[in-house]
C-alpha cells in the first residue's frame, strides 16, 4: 500500500520568503517524492510572495500570487532523499499544501536525481550529468529564477537542445512536469544559463531497461 504523506498544511510563517524554514525531513533510508503542491492567498486585496526550497535549492523563490489566488504547482516527481529537508517560506498571508509519497531508497524504479544545482553555472559543461550506468528517462525538470534579474537557461540531452536560450523571469520558475526524453546509456545531460549561479534546477529521472 502506498505511503502518502501530508508534508505540510497551514498558513505560512509572515517575512520568511527570504530564509524559508523546515517544515519535513525525510526518513532515514526513504526517499520522498512530491506529489502535489497547492499554494493559495488569503487576502483578498493584497498579492504575496512564497518561497519553496529543497535541500536549501529554491523550486521557487519570492514568486508572486495574486490576491484570492491560487496556485497548483505540477512539480510531481521531485525527489527529497534520505534525511533531505523540505523549506517553505512567504511574507504573509499565505497558504501551502505539500503531499508526497514515501518509498524505500532501494526500491527498484525509484528515481534518480539528476540534476540539483543550487546556480547553474555558464559553462556547457558546468553542470554534467553522464549517464554511466543504465539508460535514464527524464522525467521532471524544475529551473527557478532566484534573482532580480531575467536569465536564460540551455538543455541538451546527449547533444540535442531540448531548451535553447529559454527566458525565465526575474523571481519565477519554469517546470516541465513530463519531459519523458529518454538518454541512452554514455550519453550526457548538460544545463546551463547566461548569467552566474541565477537559475536553480532540480531534474529527476528514473533507470530503465
Known sequence: MADIRRLCSG????????????????????????????????SSSTEHTFSIALVGAAIAFR???????????????L??????????????????????????ASSSGSPLVIQRANGLSTSQVGNTYLNASKDVLIKSV??????????????????????????????????????DQLLVKGESANFWSNTASAIVAHVTGIEVT
Not at 498558513?11 to 517524492?33: C, E, F, G, L, R
Not at 529551473?143 to 537542445?161: E, Y
Open 142 to 179: 524544475v529551473f527557478c529564477n532566484a534573482t532580480a534579474s531575467d536569465a536564460t537557461v540551455n538543455v541538451t540531452l546527449g547533444g540535442n537542445f531540448i531548451a535553447f536560450n529559454k527566458t525565465i523571469k526575474a523571481y519565477d520558475t519554469l517546470i516541465i512536469p513530463f519531459v
Open 63 to 77: 514568486h508572486v500570487i495574486k490576491a484570492g489566488e491560487s496556485l497548483v504547482l505540477p512539480a510531481a516527481g
Open 11 to 42: 498558513v505560512v510563517t509572515a517575512n520568511t520568503q527570504d530564509s524559508p524554514y523546515v517544515v519535513y525531513t525525510s526518513p532515514t533510508n526513504k526517499k520522498t517524492i512530491i506529489k502535489s503542491i497547492v499554494v493559495t492567498n488569503l
Open 79 to 104: 525527489v527529497l532523499q534520505s534525511n533531505e529537508q523540505l523549506a517553505i517560506g512567504a511574507s504573509n498571508s499565505v497558504h501551502i499544501r505539500i503531499i508526497g509519497e514515501v518509498i524505500d
